[in-house]
C-alpha cells in the first residue's frame, strides 16, 4: 500500500484516491492496528413527558372549567409558571392571554 496522509493518531495512514484506486481507498482508509469501530450509543430522553405534553394536559382539564369559576383562569396560570419555571416567560404570557379574560369577566 502507498503511504498517503499521516491520520491524526500518527500510527496509521490513510490513503488519498489520487494515489490508489477506488477500491484500494475504501479499504485502506484507516489501517491503525487495534482501531475499532466506534459504537453508537441512543441518547436517553431527558423526561419522559415534555413541557408542552404537560401544558396541553392544563389546558385540556382547567380551560372547560372556565364558565363555572374565573378562579381557574389563576389556577391554569399558576400551573403553567410551575411547569414552564420562568416566572418572567410565565408573567408575560399571563398578561397577554389571560389578563384580558379576566378583565372582560369583571365588567361584564
Sequence with gaps: MVKGEKS???AA????????SDNEAVQGLDVSEGSSP??????????????????????SLIHPLYEKSKGFVLLD?????????????SAKKFLRYSMPQLLKAIFE
Design 8 to 10: 491524526k493518531r500518527g
Design 13 to 20: 495512514y490513510r490513503c488519498t484516491s489520487k494515489q490508489v
Design 38 to 59: 466506534k459504537k453508537k450509543t441512543k441518547r436517553k430522553p431527558n423526561n419522559l413527558i415534555s413541557k408542552g405534553q404537560v401544558n396541553y394536559a392544563i389546558d
Design 77 to 89: 396560570t399558576l400551573l403553567h409558571c410551575v411547569n414552564e419555571r420562568n416566572l418572567r416567560v
